[in-house]
Structure formats: C-alpha cells, structure tokens
C-alpha cells in the first residue's frame, strides 16, 4: 500500500550552512551519502546566484528547462525529499525564487549556484523510498512493490 511507503519514526534532524559558491542540489546530496541518508525530507532558505528551474512536460515525459535564472534570487521556499535512486541518496526539490522586483520562478529545482543558504534536513531512518521508472508518467516514483522497510509508526 503506498500510503505506507514513507511511514516511519522520526531520525536525526539537522541544520547546516551550505557553502558559498557551490551547487545546491550536490551539496545536499553530498550530505546525504556522507551521512548515510536513505530518506528524509528537506527545506531550504537563502539565496543563490543562478539557478535552472525545470518543468516535468506530462505528455513527452520529460523535464524542460522553464527557468535560467542568471542573477541573484532569494530561495523564498525550497522543499523536497531525499530518497535512493540507482543505489545512491537523490534529492528531489522544488523551488520559489524571488528576483529584486519581487518576480518569481517557481517549480523543480534543476541546480543553484549557492550564495548563501541554510538547510534543514529530518530524516526517516526506517523508511525504504527507493526510485524506480514509472511506465504511467514517465518518472521514476518511488517503488509501491517495496513497501515500508522498517516499524511503522503512527
Ligand atoms: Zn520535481
């Protein structure tokens, strides 16, 4: 049953300061394998210095680039989730950018150039999220076949 996929008691939380001049989306996930993370979700705040917002085009299966932001943005919200992917910690995010006229580029976080940034990560340690092709979207959705690796707890 999917909606037991992600059930289980909470793990470490953490808070870190991402490193200026760095790729957003790597430096998470380099925290992830560095801290043997299979699950957990994330948010963000800060700004980068550029940044690639994609969308997922539902009929060709495909993401494509809906924003190349080549100046600085505030992260106005970053949240996502890390789970496996191919046996490796793959984040998953989404993001609200703002510019210095208050316009904003929203959607799936492709990369980001970090100016600075502060991270918030809890993480399920007993959860078993592991991605695999969706044959439907076109994605590779967590696998329902699996189910909850660990003790469920409500
Ligand atoms: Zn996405």
Request: proline share 4%.
């Amino acid at each position: 049953m999917s909606l037991q996929l992600g059930i289980s008691s909470p793990g470490r939380c953490l808070l870190a300061r991402l490193d200026h001049g760095s790729e957003i989306i790597g430096q998470i996930t380099d925290i992830a394998r560095d801290l043997e993370i299979k699950a957990a979700f994330i948010s963000a705040v800060g700004a980068l210095t550029s940044a690639e917002i994609g969308f997922y085009d539902q009929s060709a299966h495909e993401y494509k680039a809906s924003a190349v932001v080549d100046e600085p943005v505030e992260i106005a919200s970053l949240s996502g989730n890390i789970s496996i992917l191919e046996g490796r910690p793959f984040v998953h995010a989404h993001a609200v950018l703002s510019d210095s006229s208050g316009r904003t580029f929203a959607g799936h976080l492709v990369r980001g150039t970090i100016f600075a940034s502060e991270l918030f990560l809890q993480e399920m340690p007993h959860s078993e999220l592991v991605r695999m092709p969706d044959p439907v979207t076109g994605l590779r959705l967590w696998d329902d076949q699996i189910g909850s690796g660990g003790e469920a707890v409500l």
